[in-house]
């Protein structure tokens, strides 16, 4: 079955860069649709946006101006980078999958998440 | 932008009672093309990530024990699990997908 896991530094500091990836294993990227979603106790759960296999994007307006997601099907793996961080970005960072009815669905595959901080 | 209030924050049910956990919605997530409300329901016990329990507001994700089950239509929804089991404590979400994926706060199920 299709599992997803989450790599990236647990520390990043202020004003730096976050980079995550998100490695698909047991299946492949084709036809889904891929996702990167946070759950912060401020700000519960968050969906930051999603990349097609295609390559074709969308993400949250309210990140929308930090936010790339890009995707390398060679490896099977999609990534997140999110610039300029503060602390208020500090929180579980989550891959997902949506279902196969595409880009309106839910979430049916999740990795196990990775804690990213933000602190100097 | 759709918001989504669950209510309650918390309950405590006895083995074996009903729960129930409410979803309003600020805007329907009804698409009237094809009659299907863009809402889902996920489980996350604690240091797991969530799970699918219902999507289509009502359909049961494969797996789930049907004890769980989902309802509403529009703006109003409900989750109820039937008869609580010890393994169902966790907190319970709602989410729609209608646009720009948003989820509720959140409803925190634990055994009286």
């Known amino acids: 079955q299709v599992q997803l896991q989450e790599s990236g530094p647990g520390l990043v500091k202020p004003s730096e860069t976050l980079t995550l990836t998100c490695t698909v294993s047991g299946g492949s990227l084709s036809t889904y649709y891929w996702n990167w979603i946070r759950q912060s106790p401020g700000k519960g759960l968050e969906w930051i946006g999603y990349i097609y296999y295609t390559g074709n994007t969308k993400y949250n307006p309210s990140l929308k101006s930090r936010v790339t997601i890009s995707v390398d099907t060679s490896k099977n793996q999609f990534s997140l980078s999110l610039t300029s961080v503060t602390a208020a970005d500090t929180a579980k960072y989550y891959c997902?999958?949506?279902?196969?009815?595409?880009?309106?669905?839910?979430?049916?595959?999740w990795g196990r998440g990775t804690m990213v901080t933000v602190s100097s | 932008d759709i918001v989504l209030t669950q209510s309650p924050d918390s309950l405590a049910v006895s083995l074996g009672e009903r729960a129930t956990i409410n979803c309003k919605s600020s805007?329907?997530?009804?698409?009237?093309?094809?009659?299907?409300?863009?809402l889902a329901w996920y489980q996350q016990k604690p240091g797991q990530p969530p799970k699918l329990l219902i999507y289509w507001a009502s359909t049961r994700e494969s797996g789930v024990p049907d004890r769980f089950s989902g309802s509403g239509s529009g703006t109003d929804f409900t989750l109820t699990i039937s008869s609580l089991q010890a393994e169902d404590v966790a907190v319970y979400y709602c989410q729609h997908y209608y646009n720009t994926p948003l989820f509720g706060g959140g409803t925190k199920v634990e055994i009286k």
């Open positions: 997902a999958r949506r279902q196969w009815f595409g880009e309106l669905s839910a979430f049916e595959i």
């Open positions: 805007q329907s997530v009804l698409f009237n093309s094809n009659n299907k409300n863009y």
